[in-house]
């Protein structure tokens, strides 16, 4: 699993290859939207707008994702980690 987390600079693409994947947008702890990549779903990929709240989470042993973000890589370019209160 890949906490949520957000990243303040850059858009941010998901492309399932392999398996299945779960995609959670998140604003202010709140769900936005909850995807399930998978070739099965027909869903294959996922756009992420920089500023967004999200996390991923492998449903499937030997999942595999492509990911994709603008210009270069920087290490580390995540402003936080959100923490979300379970009911």
Same mark, same amino acid.
């Given at each position: 699993?890949?906490p949520i987390?957000k990243? #303040? ?6 492309? !399932?290859?392999? *398996? ?5 947008t998140h604003?202010?702890g709140? @769900? !936005?939207e909850?995807v @399930? ?10 756009? !992420? #707008? ?11 042993? *030997?999942?595999? !994702?492509f990911?994709?973000k603008?210009g270069t890589?920087v290490?580390h ?5 959100l923490?979300?209160?379970?009911e």
């Amino acid at each position: 699993m890949v906490p949520i987390h957000k990243h #303040p600079t850059k858009d941010e693409s998901f492309v !399932i290859l392999r *398996g299945k994947v779960r995609v959670t947008t998140h604003n202010d702890g709140s @769900v !936005i939207e909850d995807v @399930v990549l998978s070739q099965e779903s027909g869903n294959y990929g996922v756009d !992420i #707008p920089k500023n967004v709240w999200h996390k991923l989470e492998s449903l499937e042993s *030997g999942s595999v !994702i492509f990911e994709c973000k603008e210009g270069t890589f920087v290490e580390h370019e995540v402003e936080g980690i959100l923490e979300v209160k379970s009911e």
